[in-house]
């Protein structure tokens, strides 16, 4: 019997329909243990290249471009380069608790380099545009052995920042370098040079893979203190990529255009591990992938030339698609389309139902839970707007928590509290073990950090991020539903809106607001737009800022921190502005401080020794109400 889901042995040549509750609950009657095909990422590999080894894994596109002629990786290829890969690491002194850590945009090294990571040891993709103190920090979080790094490429600095780092880490023996040179006295190898060396048709570490067994660290949280590794076993991931398979309907033969990095779970094993697994082909969309601006340019002709019947990626990247014109591209290959990182924007949403008649599958997870763990299913009602429900063997509550993060209750239909998961996918911590406090709600439970609702039909409503929550004057305001309002208007392209510090509400809300290309609006009309739409008057952002673009994470997601401080600095310089010496200077920064939290510093140029006491009273006075703390630097 033919399977059309190589790591199932249970599904034959029809996807099952998991229309409801009951049909879902009938599935799990298999126990999940009987239906997996594969121990480790490694032999869930194999399962998707025995499909069909001559077929591509990789169509790797320099420029994002759909005519130009793509490096071609069979399956046949890649598992023969995970393969040498694994074993190069083994050559280098890995064992199973050791760490290859690499920083690589997406070129075909990254993929041989994670997944022989994993059959070797344990993998730890890092973020190559974080600075080198961060890196660093990462690095040594990691207890990082061996190290996989682009070369002096022109137009890039990761290795300016690998130079920089290597002192500081005596415990880092041997640096394997794509694009580069060896220079052995320094422990420095040319990567492609040393796999060729290596066997490709065995592991020669002889390793035999359990599926507790540690694959990777994924580094996830804010960008200063201690950094925060999660650690996946390849039971986590496995499941991941089953379980997308599975949902995604993805099968021998499928493409996906890929364009989100590796260190990010929704890169690594949403979109990489489960098209590998399924015998499917990731057409790569340049180094960058989805930050090159020829990939969404040209992202219709890309569904044209190669057919996906999936289009997934980020909220931003599907609305930044939409303000590209079809023309006369072929799209009718296009089943699905799929999305999360961060909620899809419902107007977002309905344009993708309506332009392409398919249905809108959004996503919802976390790194912890190995990427996605709930779905829209498009087996049942879809409701824009909400993440469905959860994927087969995984389960979601919401509940209500104490001010030490500790279980009270579950919450009622509809009532907001804390989104909390389980299943094979959820991690059993961070590497550091006191990153676990307040990681659990129960065990096996994560906390998500995220606020939601159970509707009467078990679809989850993510409502927002708690540390996003708006507190004005007591009165919590969820911003994603104000910037839903937002992306209603014609001329917006991206929308966000946070807490400016207030003295006497403690938060006002605050817009910022990224213009579709070409496009103009007024400032007091689009302000009239929202305040029309925007049930709560609290709710109503007290100013707009329109900005050339917001600022996104690597994987395309609002970094509102970077906005909260803007709007701080902001906020500060207009309360000082009458307190400003004649002919003297004031700026004013806001950031993160380790010690201190949100940090306020206010900075005057000019200001004599006599003057300085008085005008630092009457700043500290002005300052006082605010909940943010604040420093004054004279120049």
Not at 86 to 111: I, R, Y
Not at 285 to 310: C, D, Q
Request: net charge negative; with cysteine.
């Amino acid at each position: 019997m033919a399977h059309i889901h190589p790591l199932d042995r249970v599904i034959g040549d029809t996807w099952p329909t998991l229309a409801s509750d009951a049909e879902v609950r009938e599935f799990e009657a298999v126990p999940y243990g009987e239906r997996i095909a594969a121990t480790s990422t490694y032999e869930a590999l194999q399962l998707g290249a025995a499909c069909d080894l001559d077929a591509p894994a990789l169509l790797f596109l320099p420029n994002a471009d759909p005519d130009e002629t793509p490096l071609r990786v069979s399956h046949r290829e890649f598992i023969g380069r995970v393969t040498q890969a694994a074993n190069l690491f083994t050559e280098a002194g890995v064992g199973p608790n050791d760490v290859v850590s690499f920083l690589l945009p997406l070129v075909p090294q990254a993929f041989f380099t994670l997944f022989g990571a994993e059959a070797a040891g344990i993998a730890n993709p890092v973020n190559p545009l974080l600075e080198a103190g961060q890196l660093a920090d990462i690095l040594r979080a990691a207890n990082t052995k061996v190290l996989v790094a682009l070369g002096p490429v022109p137009g890039t600095d990761i290795w300016a920042k690998v130079e920089r780092i290597r002192e500081s880490m005596p415990q880092l023996k041997t640096v394997f370098v794509v694009g580069g040179s060896d220079d052995a006295a320094r422990g420095i190898l040319n990567l492609d040079a040393a796999l060729a060396r290596q066997p490709a048709d065995r592991l020669t570490g002889n390793r035999r893979i359990a599926g507790g067994d540690t694959a990777a660290y994924f580094h996830t949280g804010g960008t200063t203190g201690m950094p925060k590794l999660v650690r996946h076993t390849h039971a986590n991931q496995v499941y991941q990529a089953w379980a997308m398979g599975l949902m995604l309907r993805l099968r021998p033969g499928c493409v996906f255009l890929f364009g989100l990095p590796l260190f990010h779970v929704g890169g690594a094993l949403t979109q990489g591990l489960a098209t590998l697994t399924s015998g499917g082909t990731l057409v790569v969309l340049s180094p960058a992938g989805w930050r090159n601006p020829a990939s969404v340019r040209n992202v219709w002709r890309l569904v044209e030339r190669y057919r996906p019947e999936v289009f997934g990626a980020v909220p931003t990247v599907m609305a930044a698609a939409l303000n590209v014109p079809v023309g006369g591209a072929d799209v009718s290959s296009l089943q699905r389309a799929a999305g999360g990182g961060s909620a899809i924007p419902v107007p977002v949403g309905k344009a993708y139902v309506e332009r392409f008649d398919i249905p809108v599958m959004e996503v919802y997870g976390m790194t912890e839970t190995s990427s996605v763990h709930l779905i829209s299913y498009e087996t049942r009602p879809i409701r824009i707007g909400s993440v469905g429900h959860p994927v087969p063997y995984s389960r979601v509550r919401v509940v209500q928590l104490d001010e030490q993060d500790r279980l009270v209750r579950d919450c009622a239909v509809d009532e907001i509290g804390v989104v909390t998961m389980s299943g094979p996918g959820v991690f059993s911590g961070y590497l550091n073990e006191s990153h676990n406090r307040g990681a659990f709600v129960a065990p096996g439970w994560v906390n998500s950090g995220d606020l939601g609702r159970l509707d009467e039909d078990g679809y989850l409503w993510v409502t927002g991020r708690a540390k996003d929550l708006i507190i004005r004057g007591g009165h919590n305001i969820d911003p994603m539903a104000i910037e839903e309002v937002f992306f209603q208007h014609p001329a917006v392209a991206l929308a966000s809106v946070v807490g400016q510090p207030d003295a006497y509400a403690g938060e006002l809300p605050v817009a910022y607001v990224q213009l579709k290309p070409g496009a103009m609006a007024d400032e007091a009309e689009l302000r009239a737009f929202v305040a029309d739409r925007t049930p709560e008057r609290a709710a109503v952002p007290v100013n707009l800022y329109f900005v050339d673009s917001i600022p996104l994470t690597a994987v395309g997601k609002v970094f509102k921190p970077a906005l909260r401080w803007d709007a701080a600095g902001r906020t500060v310089t207009q309360m000082l502005a009458e307190l400003v010496p004649a002919g003297k200077a004031l700026s004013v920064t806001a950031g993160p401080c380790p010690v201190r939290g949100n940090l306020i510093t206010v900075k005057f140029e000019g200001v004599s020794d006599g003057e300085r006491d008085k005008l630092g009273q009457e700043v500290s006075a002005r300052l006082a109400p605010l909940v943010w703390k604040h420093e004054i630097v004279w120049a």
